[in-house]
């Protein structure tokens, strides 16, 4: 019995720990601005206010203009990096084809360098095809470093539906298209959501390629735009709008994980053990 | 789930031999035996983004290492002077210190948490499942993000942390997480293991699970204590995630990046630029990419052998 309370007191004081940081912002994002920016803080907020939020609006471009940029951004990874690897994972596990391995070889390399090393020439390709400063460049690069976790995980998909299946269908007067999308997309569909999940996830969270590839302010992702409120204002810095920000960035992250728990371990877990 | 059933009755609708079905050409229905350009077809795609945002670039890089680069002007080959210069150059020679430092660092400092949380999500008692998502969700937050709510909360005036601390007493005055290398680091790392820790930890959950529970059975009937199935069953059965979660935490501390710009932006006085962190400002604010690029090429090499390495590793145990 005292163990089991022993174990609970230290659990739930390390889960305080790890939760408190989140609650924290969320709580000040709901203080008035004034309590907001008051020293020393108050636990609680005495009343409630989105005065915070509202302030967000007033914020170089207004958050709408970033919000919406950081959707493009991840709406595009996400469309490009599934349609890549549903078509690509589908080919690497049931073609043979001229250099299939050099390919998926090349495709898993880029998992080998890393990520920030390869900006550099990139930032100078982009301005060369006029796509440096536009969100479709960056979503483009976005893609590009989705790809090997994201053409492994599907062609490990693909190639766990058995071939019988897919005949029967053929056998059964599908389209070889028809085939394919009824029987195997609907047996991968796991994958598809877990690839989906991800790109969505890690385009969403970017920093350092938007800072790198983005030189126009009204371009800015949410993350971008966050660190810039931290660092651009000589004056003083609205602590209650920052916090503010910071729910707006992580909430969907948060509440996708939620929803989507099973997609997300095993995505996780799918790519650590990509090795 | 519905597609296998669907796809049964299917099987059981089929009584008519195959051929009645289709004119004799479809019998090469097999997949793997179609015309080898359909899979080109489908894998075409990913090769042009492989070949145009990632093999192209490599070349560039290497290019661009070469050369004398201002940002805005046109590169003129330089041999390898921006080589034979990176020895001289303090600044990225103090990164290179810094980085491995704050690698080795953050790697013992997140095995040494992850396992007192992985005891606790791995325990049967009730909550244990409520725990792990507690200590999972700074994970699901992004970087820049968090590193800005860290930014915020270590503020000496407005910051929370320094109210928490003088709240039971541990300090009479705002600690100035950031004022020192020290402290700045300090600060880095305890934000790093906030956010990263989750991911170890369930990663070493999957890792538990992975070992057969009879072995546990067994060495109970055999008497063994606790400590010893620890030792014996444990700890091997769980060595390939050790080492895995070892070379992702050395692969992704050598390239930090987001945590130390957010919150340090190097300082104070350059004691906390890391490899990536003076790349950047190589290139982006002192605008000489050539020499950048060969920062990021020995960068490369390194990762590359450490990759290598952990294949190697990885390959030998399998065999």
Same mark, same amino acid.
């Given at each position: 019995?005292?163990?089991t ?5 230290v659990?739930a004081?390390?889960a ?5 940081p989140l609650l924290?912002?969320?709580l ?10 008051q020293?020393p803080?108050s ?9 915070n939020?509202?302030? &967000? ?7 709408g ?10 709406? &595009? ?5 599934v ?5 690509g ?5 049931r073609?043979?084809f ?5 390919l998926?070889g ?7 360098v890393?990520?920030a090393?390869?900006?550099?020439p990139l930032y100078?390709?982009l ?5 440096q400063?536009?969100l479709?460049?960056?979503a ?7 790809? !090997?976790f ?8 693909f190639?766990?539906v !058995?071939r019988?299946?897919?005949?029967a ?8 298209f028809?085939?394919w999308?009824?029987?195997?997309l609907?047996?991968v ?9 991800f ?18 302010? #009204?371009? %800015?992702?949410? $993350? ?7 660092y ?5 810095i609205d ?12 909430v969907?992250?948060?509440v996708?994980?939620? =929803? ?7 995505g996780l877990?799918?790519?650590a053990? #990509?090795? | ?10 099987f ?11 004119? $004799? ?6 997949p ?11 894998v075409? !795609?990913t ?5 145009v945002?990632?093999?192209?670039p =490599?070349?560039?890089?290497v ?22 210069s990176?020895?001289d ?10 980085? &491995?430092?704050?690698t080795?660092?953050t ?13 606790i999500?791995?325990?049967q008692?009730?909550g244990?499942r409520?725990y792990?998502?507690? %200590?999972?969700?700074p994970?699901v937050?992004?970087t ?8 915020v909360?270590v ?8 109210q ?10 705002p ?7 020290g ?10 293991v ?10 070493l959950?999957v ?5 057969p529970e009879?072995? %546990?059975?067994?060495?109970r ?14 700890? !091997?059965?769980?060595?390939p995630?050790?080492?895995l ?13 987001d945590q ?6 190097g300082? $104070? ?9 003076a790349? %950047? ?10 020499s950048a690029?060969a ?5 490369l090499?390194?990762?590359v052998v ?5 294949? #190697?590793?990885? #390959?030998n145990r399998?065999?």
């Open positions: 019995m005292r163990k309370v022993a174990f609970h007191a659990s004081a390390l305080i720990a790890f939760l408190f924290w912002a969320l000040n994002s709901l203080k008035t601005k004034s309590e907001a920016n020293q803080p636990w609680f907020p005495h009343s409630l206010s989105i005065a939020y509202r302030s &967000l609006a007033g914020f170089d471009q207004g958050i203009t970033y919000l919406v940029n950081s959707i493009l951004v991840s709406g &595009l990874t996400v469309l490009g990096s349609v890549v690897c549903v078509l994972g589908y080919g690497f596990a073609f043979t001229h250099g299939k391995s050099v998926f090349a495709t898993l390399a880029i998992l080998m890393p990520y090393t390869i900006l550099l100078i390709l301005s060369r095809l006029g796509l400063n536009t479709i460049g960056l483009l690069v976005l893609v590009m470093f989705q790809l !090997p994201g053409i492994f995980l599907m062609r490990n998909s190639e766990a !058995p019988e299946l897919e005949e269908a053929l056998v059964d007067g599908c389209s070889s028809g085939a999308r009824r029987v195997c609907r047996i569909l796991p994958g598809v959501v877990t690839v989906a999940l790109s969505f996830l890690t385009s969403w969270n970017e920093y350092l390629a938007p800072l790198i590839f983005l030189n126009d302010g #009204r371009k %800015y992702t949410l $993350p971008v735009m966050l660190v810039n409120i931290r651009s204002s000589y004056n003083i602590f209650g709008a920052l916090q503010a920000g910071m729910v707006v960035a992580m969907p992250c948060l996708l994980y939620l =929803l989507l728990q099973r997609f997300y371990v095993s877990v799918a790519g053990l #990509r090795g | 789930m519905a597609a296998p059933n669907t796809l049964k009755d299917s059981g609708t089929l009584s008519v031999p195959k051929e009645s079905f289709r004119a $004799p050409p479809r019998k090469s229905r097999d793997a035996s179609r015309r080898p350009l359909t899979g080109l077809l489908f075409t !795609p090769a042009v983004v492989v070949a945002l990632f093999l192209v =490599l070349g560039i890089l290019y661009m290492s070469f050369t004398d680069w201002p940002l805005l002007a046109s590169p003129t080959p330089n041999g390898m002077a921006n080589y034979t990176l020895p150059d303090d600044l990225f020679v103090g990164a290179i210190t810094f980085t &491995l430092i704050y080795a660092i790697t013992v400092v997140l095995f040494a948490v992850a396992f007192v949380l992985v005891a999500s791995h325990s008692r009730r244990s409520f792990r998502t507690a %200590y999972f969700l994970y937050v992004g820049a993000a968090a590193s800005t709510m860290w930014w909360d503020n000496d005036r407005l910051g929370v942390f320094n928490v601390l003088q709240g039971v007493g541990l300090t009479n005055g600690v100035g997480f950031l004022d020192t290398p402290k700045a680091l300090f600060t880095v790392i305890s934000l790093v906030w956010k990263f820790v989750g991911f170890q930890v369930i990663v959950l890792g538990l699970q992975s070992i009879q072995l %546990y059975e067994a060495a009937v055999d008497g063994a204590s606790t400590l010893q199935r620890l030792r014996y069953i444990t700890v !091997p059965g769980l060595k995630t050790l080492a979660l070892t070379v992702l935490s050395i692969t992704g501390s050598l390239l930090a990046f130390f710009y957010v919150l340090t932006h300082g $104070p006085d350059n004691s906390t630029v890391t490899v990536v962190l790349l %950047y400002n190589k290139a982006f604010q002192s605008f000489r990419l050539g690029a920062e990021a090429v020995v960068l090499v390194a990762l450490i990759n290598v390495i952990q294949l #190697r590793l990885l #390959r399998e065999s």
